[in-house]
């Protein structure tokens, strides 16, 4: 039987997944929505704009499409898995009452107080003065959280009471993340190291990928402002045997069990933000999605064919698979247009992708378009994804930054310190 995927989204994530789909044998098509220049040179794959949940539905249903992939975490908290079941649709992802374990980060909290999983010292706070009494009760540095989905722009740490104070009237009073500020989650600040521990569920088991390192600051060093990553490695080199246990017994187990239990669990994607500490290893966040950049520098290291191993979750039999691996390391580099995260130009022509091609690297489009006159411009923060694979990360790094090295456009800028920070 003839298989086609639509994958929902238009940045560097939903590139790797069609490029992932378009090497599977058991893909035969993909339609990316509303996808980018990069699916659109993707083989087999076709973009389609359908800007909301309605229109994703009717284009599923026009296309006759086996299998829907969201990407982004906003279609999912907006329910578009629940849409696309009603009508008979599969899809690889949570309803809306399972993404509130992404969409509210006191509902995921909650979750994990409840379940007995690593978590921080926190409380919720649905209003301004109790807020305000609470912000010494952790001590200082803090951390204050808006509590819905604010683009990876919310978390905001504090060192002392005034920071607090300003955070505080940010989310609150300013309402600066709108919405997503109705309610404030503060919460003890870890200190420790970080990693990406993301896999697949089928809301029993977790088929976890290699463990990796994402770089959120903007600045070489780990300076600067959060952005939504500007490089990842994998796998992560600190993450041993014994916090891969740690990680597992009392992040894993009990996470997979509170799904079980409260009847949360999905076939689909589960990424926990982990932070280790000299405590162990700590709860930051869960996401029902797959991380970007994390897919750029994952998916290529896969050996598998994607498309089975989600099949098996939505059959629910991922505990008998076991995902295979290339070996070696891998290593994106995230070319950002100037000023990113705050104010930037777009509309730039991109040279020497081709040439970034030409060493082996392989070139994931995020903020890209394709103008018929001009060729590939820039149309977002964060332009393109250059990721390559080695036998040892320094081989691995060392490929992507004489890759990322041919690209230019104007104003671009990427981080110098990807894999050695
Ligand atoms: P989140 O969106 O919750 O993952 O938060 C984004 C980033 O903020 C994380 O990757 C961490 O670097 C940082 N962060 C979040 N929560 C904490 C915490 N409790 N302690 C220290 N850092 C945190
Ligand atoms: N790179 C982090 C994320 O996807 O949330």
Redesign the pocket.
Known sequence: MEKTILIIGSGGREHALAQSFSESSSVDSIICSPGNAGTASVKGCRNFPAPGNAEILNLALKEQVDLVVPGPEQPLAEGLVDELKAAGIPAFGPAAASARLEAS?GFARDFMARNGVAT?DYIRCRDYDTAKFSLERFGFPV?L?ADGLAA?KG?L?CTDREEAEEALDSVMLRRDFGSAGDELVI?????GW?TSIIGITDGMSFLPFLPAKDH?RAGNGDTGP?TGGMGVIAPHPLVDGDVIKDIQDNIITPTMAGLQKEKLGYAGFLFI?V?VTPRGAKT??YNVRMGDPEAQALLPLLDGDLNKYMEAALEGRLADVKPRWRGGASCCVVAASGGYPREYKTGYPIRGITEAEKTGCRVYCAGVKEDCDSGLLSAGGRVLGVTALGETLNDARALAYRGIESISFQNSWYRKDIGFS
């Not at 919460?187 to 200190?191: N, T």
């Open positions: 980060k921080a951390v959280k990876g978390v740490i919460e003890e600040c870890f200190i970080e959120k959060n933000g932070m930051l966040e």
